[in-house]
């Protein structure tokens, strides 16, 4: 389509469905939580529709995509759309940064008595403020003062595997530009080549974070074990969990590349995946940095 | 229906016996220096804010008046200076700056407590305070008093009464008093640490300029130096539940002399409760005792007739726990359990009466429990 | 055909039926789906709220239990803000910015049909909570931990789940806004020819797409410090609940700015119009928005000034504070001086729009107040911050969705309200509101907390006016509905410019706005000659 043309799509379906879908999953979620036997059922019920409403949807726009149906001014719109979304990721990222940079910095000192909390240490007897020990009794429960249990945590270093597994990422980051340059060059073979590079690196990744989880889980640092536990585990975690994501739409990719769909002046959706990639990495480094080395 | 015309009845006779020049338009200057100082940056703000607005205000009501196409104004075309912009930007500014430099001196001023001569450790529980002093070794609860409660509370009936409509008597104090009052001497510099056991509390107390959140698990401080004797009143200023609304705050502010009085009488009757713990109780004075204790401390969830208010909050008629073995009923008063707070900074005699009651009210058949027991459970 | 192009097919119009709203990619349809939902949310968060006046209309526990009062004071705060005011806010930006910046539609059209389509789920599963076990959530719009945690019922993970489903819903739509502004903007539309109402709504999107995660964060939080045993909020485990509160206000102070930001964008277009005269300095009401927007960012923690901060942190937040006084001096200024030797005429969207200036202000200073770090000792948390918000929200924000309906509904329906019974509802309204909302200052002053179902007796005349006012208020929303039904279906034709002064885009299209605003861009001529400062 031309250039001075506008594209609207037609109605859809998609969205009420998703919207099902997804309220589906978190009503279930919520009552599984609160130990209502049907809850996982309907989650699981939820989380099926929601599969299914993606697979349609962008099933739909690649079809669009692939039989020309899009302009440039469209590219574009998806570009913003895209750019703005992973923005908004780093925001949700950023409250867990701002969480942990808070309770290190702030939080736990002044429980052990820094800054204006000279009194605060009166309700802990006997408690030093570290950022590893900082489990009193069994988080949840009523306060009581006057009973500080310190539950002393090895920090999990940053060396070993958390190294090892930032390599493999920035690596992994250079791979998907080989690969998109070859896109560009239209050397498809390379493209597949370099994209399972990718996924490889991600999913190796992934399983050297799972070995990561069972050492630290071996030291007695859990989620439920303090503001340490807490963040460690959330930030690693929805980080694990946006690799996993994207180590899916990196592999939808490879199946799409395969069956030709982009070519080397068109392939908006290799793009958005591949910032979305990079977004991950950076998070990593941000968490390299702060959760592991500082 | 009846209920409805009474509503309207005695609001109409409310709007026609009210004066309004009992009822303070404005903030009070209060009765510390941080509330004084408090109250000449409110009224500084708020007179440059009238000034402003009189500018602001009279320009734009000028030409609504006078720039009105009725009256036959045609429209100028400016649409741009940027001397304009730059002077009301400006302007404002160094108005601000004129602002900010006392309400920061006032600001560094009321938070350093170091000058405190004695301190009072204010702790918030769902929902009453307990004051502590520290040195003196005093400690107790302060709840919303019944009298002040019931004297309107859900009977519309007395919203009727003559008390009411003239603002006399106890009904004065609606809502405001307690049964346990604070008690500070006057000229001396005071230092309270505020925390909470529970949610977050706020405690504050109008006339001293004081208002500081208590959170659980940590100890904020501020400092008040009363200069009046008298009895001043607040409340609880952060939602903190259910009863939020009824948590309120009296300080009776009394001369150095009956301070001391005050202090040596409080720490005689602590020395008679210990003492009482340490004897056997008979069932009769234990019920009774823990009805009181009951009434004032437990009937804010569990409600008078113990039917509580489930799910939230377990009755405590035929309730297993009441009526099953005491230690766990001494575990769970003790320490808490969720929702349910600690009781523990109540004395072994009040928590064995209370105990008691709740084994044995509202028709449960526990069995009795003596301050001797409550001692070796804690 | 599944498009619609300047070659053919102009007259694509709608589907039939139910259908069509479900379905449906249309600016203006999703535009008026939001519009409604938005109207029922205030009249169900108005409902809520005439509950609380009538509660305290009297001292005592007339109605209800105190934990049903703060269910009904916390229901009301987030369905006002989330289900009424942002996604008016929504409605109208999708209504109006394609027609203002010369496209057919908005970028992402389907996305824009979900970011809508969540809504009502969303909206039903918090109205859901009202019929849980334990009752709905009780803790304040704000939901301080631990009382929204440890001790809160278990419909909280039920409004956790609403929360994420409406920050989801509001990024999308912010991430649409700009998509439509930055890219299907009329290619002969200079970023500073666009409408005010435009800049502010991109602005606006800025401030979502940085906030809405933020308080997606803080709920994820919540949830699992509730259920999966973390201790972000909860210093038995090293956290602390006041973090809970940095994290919100990141959100929530930039969110109220979400909610009056789209507000000077309408005022700046009616002020104008019915001035007869371009709106001054209009690059300076852009540079202004702008630095509201960077401020709110910064100022979050004035909320706070009682927790405990170290003084250096208080001395900080109070200078930022006050600071944002002076951009939004700047806008009240330039609308004084757009009036200024205009000459007016004083039709419906403009009484609405000159309370606005006047009103809103009042809001800024108490405020500019509240923003005194030490006075806020006095202030915090009692009827004089009720006061505050909402003489800011609901004669700032709402004035403006009022003051929107009216000026663009001919636009909408091709049809013209009725003038007289308008004036009316605007002298009824305006009156009783400053009646409700008044002398809760004074009643903030003297000492009343906020958030308490029952009083003692020296603040009880002024609760007594308060809600008289409050319930006068009320209907007026009776007769307002009452006349855009009249509208709809009894008025008379409207001419494709009703307001002798307007400009803009949206008033060169057909009386009601044809389905597809614009099929081929506008040329630079048009533009000029529609843009707001020539
Ligand atoms: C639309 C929403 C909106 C808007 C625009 C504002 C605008 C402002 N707000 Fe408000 N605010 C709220 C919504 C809003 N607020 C809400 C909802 C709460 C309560 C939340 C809760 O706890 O539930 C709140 C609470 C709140 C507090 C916390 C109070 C407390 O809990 O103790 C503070 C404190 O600083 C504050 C300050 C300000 C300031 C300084 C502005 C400024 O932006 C105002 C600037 C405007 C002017 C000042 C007027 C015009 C200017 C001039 C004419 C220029 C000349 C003026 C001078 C030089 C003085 N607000
Ligand atoms: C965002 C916008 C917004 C709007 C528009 C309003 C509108 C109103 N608000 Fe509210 N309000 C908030 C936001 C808003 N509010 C927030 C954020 C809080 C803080 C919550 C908290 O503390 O957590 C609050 C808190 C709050 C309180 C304090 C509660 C407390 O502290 O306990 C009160 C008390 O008077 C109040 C009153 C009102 C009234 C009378 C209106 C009126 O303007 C409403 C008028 C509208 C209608 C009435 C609708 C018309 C309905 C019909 C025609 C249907 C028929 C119904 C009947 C007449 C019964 N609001
Ligand atoms: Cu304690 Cu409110
Ligand atoms: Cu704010």
Known sequence: MSEKQYYIPEGTYWPIIGSIGITTLLVGFANQMHGVSWGSSVMVLGFAITVFMLFGWLGQVVNESVNGKYNAQVDRSFRWGMSWFIFSEVMFFAAFFGALFYARTLSVPWLGGADNNVFTPELWNGFSASWQQIAFSTPGTVLQSGTAISIPTELVAATGLPALNTILLLLSGVTLTFAHHALRTDNRNHVVGWLIATIALGVAFLGFQVVEYGHAYATGLKLTSGIYGSTFYMLTGFHGFHVSLGVIMLTVILFRVQKGHFSSDNHFAFEGVAWYWHFVDVVWLGLFVFVYWV | ?378 | MTTATASHDTHHGPEKGLMRWVKTTNHKDIGTLYLWFAFSMLLIGGALAMGIRMELLQPGLQLMEPQFFNQLTTMHGLIMVFGAIMPAFVGLGNWLIPMMVGAPDMALPRMNNWSFWILPFAGGLLLSTFFMEGGAPAFGWTFYAPLSTTFAPDSTDFFIFAVHLLGFSSIMGAINIIATVLNMRAPAMKLMDMPLFVWTWLITSFLLIGAMPVLAGAVTMMLTDRNFGTAFFDATGGGDPVMFQHIFWFFGHPEVYIMILPAFGVVSHIIPTFSRKPLFGYSSMVYATASIAFLSYIVWAHHMFLTGMPVAGELYFMYATMLIAVPTGVKVFNWISTMWRGSMTFETPMLWAISFVFLFTIGGFSGLMLGIAPADIQYHDTYFVVAHFHYVLVTGALWSIIAATFYWLPKWTGKMYNESLAKIHFWWAVISVNVLFFPQHFLGLAGMPRRIPDYSLQFADFNFISSIGGFAFGASFILFTYIVFDCIRNGKPATARPWEGAKGLEWTLAPKAQYHSFNTPPSRELIESESQHS
């Not at chain 2, 609606?174 to 505020?194: A, G």
């Open chain 2, 1 to 378: 229906m009846g209920k409805l015309s009474k509503v309207i009845a005695s609001s109409i006779a409310l709007l026609s016996t009210a004066v309004f020049s009992e009822y303070g338009l404005n903030m009070t200057e209060g009765v510390t220096s941080i509330s004084h100082d408090i109250y000449d940056l409110h009224m500084m703000v708020f007179w440059v804010c009238v000034v402003i607005a009189a500018i602001v205000f009279g320009a734009m009501f000028y030409s609504v008046f006078a720039h009105r196409k009725s009256k036959g104004a045609v429209a100028a075309q400016f649409h741009e200076s940027t001397k304009a912009e730059i002077l009301w930007t400006l302007v404002p500014v160094v108005i601000l700056v004129g602002m900010a430099i006392p309400a920061s001196k006032t600001l560094i001023d009321l938070e350093d407590t170091s000058k405190a001569e004695m301190t009072v450790k204010v702790t918030g529980h769902q929902w009453k305070w307990q004051y502590d002093y520290p040195k003196e070794g005093i400690s107790f609860i302060s709840n919303l008093a019944k009298t002040s409660k019931d004297s309107v509370a859900s009977d519309i009936d007395n919203l009727n009464n003559e008390n009411y409509k003239t603002g006399a008597t106890s009904v004065d104090n609606y809502l405001l008093e307690v049964d346990k009052r604070l008690v500070l001497p006057v000229d001396t510099s005071i230092r309270f640490l505020i925390t909470s056991n529970d949610v977050i509390h706020n405690w504050w107390v109008l006339d001293f300029g004081v208002k500081q959140d208590a959170n659980p698990g940590f100890i904020n401080d501020a400092w008040a130096k009363v200069d009046k004797i008298g009895t001043y009143r607040g409340q609880c200023a952060e939602l903190c539940g259910k009863d939020h609304g009824f948590m309120p705050i009296v300080v009776d502010v009394v001369s150095k002399a009956d301070y001391a009085k005050w202090v040596e009488k409080e720490q005689a009757s602590a020395a008679a409760a210990i003492a009482s713990a340490t004897q056997v109780w008979s069932k009769a004075d234990l019920m009774s005792k823990g009805k009181k204790v009951y009434e004032s401390n437990c009937a804010g969830c569990h409600k008078m007739d113990g039917s509580g208010m489930p799910p939230i909050f377990p009755a405590i008629k035929d309730s297993a726990i009441a009526n099953g073995i005491a230690s766990e009923h001494m575990t769970i008063v003790l320490h808490g359990k969720a929702g349910m707070p600690t009781f523990k900074m109540l004395g072994d005699a009040d928590l064995a009466s209370v105990i008691t009651y709740e084994r044995n009210a509202f028709g449960n058949t526990g069995s009795v429990v003596q301050p001797s027991d409550v001692k070796s459970a804690r």
